[in-house]
C-alpha cells in the first residue's frame, strides 16, 4: 500500500513550457486534491475532485487544468508555465466527504519556473 | 472569509519540555480541524483530526483541543523529543482545508 505517490519529484522548466504532473493513490479514495505550498502563504488548493470524471475549481485555479479519468489519477496540468508558478505542489486523498474523513498527502514535487 | 493563524511561527526547545501549540480560526462555522506534521522536504503526515462535536483527540504523546466557540485549538505535545522537531499546521474544514502557516519547531538535545 504505497498512498499517495506524486510523478516527478522535481522538474525545472522555462517559461511558457507546458508539463503535467501525475497523482496517484492506491486507497480507492473518492476525493483528490491537488495543492500549492509557498512560503509564509501556507497551503492553498487549487483543484479538486469527487469522483471519477469530476473536476471543481479551488482558491487559486488560474493558469492550471486538470482531469480525473480515472478514479486513483488526478492529473495537474499547466499549459503555459509562468515563474509565479515556481511552487511546491501536493496532491492529497479522502476516502468520501471532507467533512468528515482526513486527508492523506502525497510526498510533494518541487516545480521550478525559471 | 475564514482565516486561520499559528503562534508562535518558530519554537525551539530543549529535550522533554512539554508544549502548546496554537491555532485560532475566524469563522467558527467547520466540520472539523486536523493537525499535520510535516519534515523538511516532505510532504504532510496527518496526526489527529478533531471533529467540530469533538472537544480533543489524543494520540500518544499528542493532544489536540478544541473550543469552536472560541475559535481556537491547541496541540499539546508531551516530553518533547528531538524526533518532534518539525513544521506543524492546522486546518479548519470548511468544505475544503484551509490552512495556517505553521509552526516550526525544534527540541534540541
Known amino acids: 500500500n504505497a498512498g499517495v505517490t506524486q510523478t516527478p519529484k522535481f522538474r525545472v522548466l522555462k517559461t511558457g513550457q507546458s508539463m503535467t504532473l501525475l497523482c496517484a493513490q492506491d486507497?480507492?479514495?473518492?476525493?483528490m486534491y491537488w495543492y500549492r505550498q509557498d512560503p509564509g502563504m501556507g497551503l492553498r488548493l487549487i483543484h479538486y475532485?469527487?469522483?471519477?470524471?469530476?473536476?471543481a475549481k479551488g482558491e487559486v485555479p488560474d493558469g492550471y487544468n486538470v482531469s480525473r479519468l480515472k478514479k486513483q489519477n488526478f492529473l495537474l496540468g499547466l499549459e503555459s508555465a509562468a515563474p509565479s508558478q515556481t511552487s511546491v505542489y501536493f496532491c492529497?486523498?479522502?476516502?468520501?466527504?471532507?467533512?468528515?474523513?482526513?486527508?492523506?498527502f502525497g510526498p510533494g514535487t518541487r516545480l521550478t519556473v525559471t | 472569509k475564514q482565516e486561520v493563524t499559528q503562534i508562535p511561527a518558530a519554537l525551539s526547545v530543549p529535550e522533554g519540555e512539554n508544549l502548546v501549540l496554537n491555532c485560532s480560526f475566524t469563522?467558527?462555522?467547520?466540520?472539523?480541524l486536523q493537525w499535520f506534521r510535516q519534515d523538511p522536504g516532505k510532504g504532510l503526515t496527518s496526526l489527529l483530526l478533531?471533529?467540530?462535536?469533538?472537544r480533543e483527540q489524543t494520540s500518544g504523546r499528542l493532544n489536540a483541543s478544541l473550543d469552536k466557540s472560541s475559535g481556537r485549538s491547541t496541540l499539546y505535545i508531551a516530553a518533547s523529543q528531538p524526533g518532534d522537531s518539525a513544521t506543524y499546521l492546522c486546518?479548519?474544514?470548511?468544505?475544503?482545508?484551509?490552512f495556517g502557516t505553521g509552526t516550526r519547531l525544534q527540541v534540541f538535545p
Open positions: 478533531i471533529q467540530s462535536s469533538q
Open positions: 486546518a479548519v474544514n470548511t468544505d475544503k482545508l484551509i
Open positions: 475532485s469527487v469522483g471519477e470524471g469530476t473536476t
Open positions: 492529497a486523498s479522502s476516502y468520501s466527504k471532507i467533512n468528515i474523513y482526513e486527508q492523506y
Open positions: 486507497m480507492n479514495h473518492e476525493y
Open positions: 469563522d467558527s462555522a467547520i466540520y472539523n
